[in-house]
T-cell receptor, first 109, second 115 residues
Framework: SQQGEEDPQALSIQEGENATMNCSYK?????LQWYRQNSGRGLVHLIL?????REKHSGRLRVTLDTSKKSSSLLITASRAADTASYFC?????????FGGGTRVLVKP | KAGVTQTPRYLIKTRGQQVTLSCSPI?????VSWYQQTPGQGLQFLFE???????NKGNFPGRFSGRQFSNSRSEMNVSTLELGDSALYLCASSPDRVGDNSPLHFGNGTRLTVT
């Protein structure tokens, strides 16, 4: 079963625009992580936010976490064609990392 | 540092056969996790090994097994293959146990096709 559910399932934007995707989960977590996957390849870790943190930045990425609503968002600013990929949230409840279904992002040049 | 290495990259097997997939983690990483990725079910957790011990196992039948060696390299085995086992199998390593706030470092996976 999937703990995290991403919304939207797919997103199409123009280069230079911002992309926002959301993740909702069901149980208490130690941390929440975001990963990127290019077609047919392995996942690349983007950012980890702990349960006692509310916001975190890494380059053009901004992640928020609201534990009261059991939700997180990933914002990619000033998107580039190279950001085209699937993005997954993953929740760490202490003994395994559970991934959501992912958001497919297409950045058009 | 070299990344996580999975071999082979592609594999074609027939129903009923068995298969062994290999994963070499990043040097110094002691935890290895395995995931199955399919279009229908997404990323499903198979198991995690830490210091040669299986810490956790996902909801898969006993045909799926794994092990970890003293050098942290890991193998997973699937016996009596079924068509539904066709998937991308991903291995990931981390320096610490999952749950210790360490991100996972993934290999590029083994694409298994069962015919």
């Amino acid at each position: 079963s999937q703990q995290g559910e991403e919304d939207p399932q797919a997103l199409s934007i123009q280069e230079g625009e911002n992309a926002t995707m959301n993740c909702s989960y069901k149980t208490s977590i130690n941390n929440l992580q975001w990963y990127r996957q290019n077609s047919g390849r392995g996942l690349v870790h983007l950012i980890l936010i702990r349960s006692n943190e509310r916001e975190k930045h890494s380059g053009r990425l901004r992640v928020t976490l609201d534990t009261s609503k059991k939700s997180s968002s990933l914002l990619i600013t000033a998107s580039r064609a190279a950001d085209t990929a699937s993005y997954f949230c993953a929740t760490d409840a202490g003994n395994k990392l559970t991934f959501g279904g992912g958001t497919r992002v297409l950045v058009k040049p | 540092k070299a990344g996580v290495t999975q071999t082979p990259r592609y594999l074609i097997k027939t129903r009923g056969q068995q298969v062994t997939l290999s994963c070499s983690p990043i040097s110094g990483h002691r935890s290895v996790s395995w995931y199955q990725q399919t279009p229908g079910q997404g990323l499903q957790f198979l198991f995690e090994y830490f210091s040669e011990t299986q810490r956790n196992k996902g909801n898969f039948p006993g045909r799926f097994s794994g092990r970890q060696f003293s050098n942290s390299r890991s193998e997973m085995n699937v016996s009596t293959l079924e068509l539904g086992d066709s998937a991308l199998y991903l291995c990931a390593s981390s320096p610490d146990r999952v749950g210790d706030n360490s991100p996972l470092h993934f290999g590029n996976g083994t694409r298994l096709t069962v015919t």
